[in-house]
């Protein structure tokens, strides 16, 4: 569906418009909060805020960006926002980290290895610098072009190419850190 008209329908009061906007985007928006604010109550609650913010400053985007790379741009600044209110008045409690996700198959051994390596993954990207970290959710998770990732994180486009490379090569050694069989067969 083109953005462009969904929106305009969207500013029109177009209820139906305004679902399928959510609906295209709401993953997306999740996964940005979730990655910078590591806990799942606090992604859920920040990406409703975003979707609010979205609703009220429909008029505000112009197009000058890809609309996904200027909604994600609004959900790290949302992120940003919440953590410094946390960081001011810490909650009293941790909650649990929890990250279910649910596998599309309906093999138990596949579900078993895809967790796994879900897993693994997981804890690979945990160890990487937070810069790096950044730069491949948003390049290599929510799919953004470089020059939208670097738009978005107010960087040079050369620093944005250098920290994705360094990632995954950073990604790529915690990995076969992790479990090194993942390096058998490679010169």
């Not at 295209?24 to 979707?51: G, I, K, P």
């Not at 609703?55 to 959900?75: H, I, N, P, V």
């Not at 796994?116 to 990207?125: D, E």
């Not at 990732?149 to 990995?175: C, F, Q």
Request: charged share 30%; proline share 4%.
């Amino acid at each position: 569906m083109d953005v462009g008209k969904l929106l305009e329908r969207c500013r029109r009061g177009d209820d139906l418009a305004w679902e399928a906007l959510v609906r295209t985007y709401q993953s997306s928006v999740y996964a940005v909060t979730r990655h910078y604010l590591r806990d799942a109550e606090e992604a859920r609650d920040t990406a409703q805020d975003v979707f609010i913010r979205l609703y009220e400053r429909l008029d505000s985007f112009t197009g000058g960006d890809t609309f996904k790379a200027w909604l994600l741009r609004m959900a790290r600044n949302a992120c940003i926002d919440r953590l410094r209110r946390l960081k001011a008045r810490p909650p009293g409690a941790d909650v649990p980290f929890e990250d279910a996700q649910l596998s599309g198959t309906d093999d138990p051994e596949q579900n078993v290895a895809t967790e796994a390596r879900n897993r693994l993954l997981r804890r690979a990207v945990a160890g990487l610098s937070a810069n790096h970290r950044e730069v491949l959710m948003l390049k290599e998770i929510q799919g953004l072009k470089l020059e939208e990732v670097a738009a978005l994180l107010e960087l040079p486009l050369g620093t944005v190419k250098s920290r994705s490379n360094r990632a995954r090569l950073e990604l790529a050694a915690a990995l076969r850190q992790l479990d090194p069989s993942l390096g058998a067969g490679t010169p």
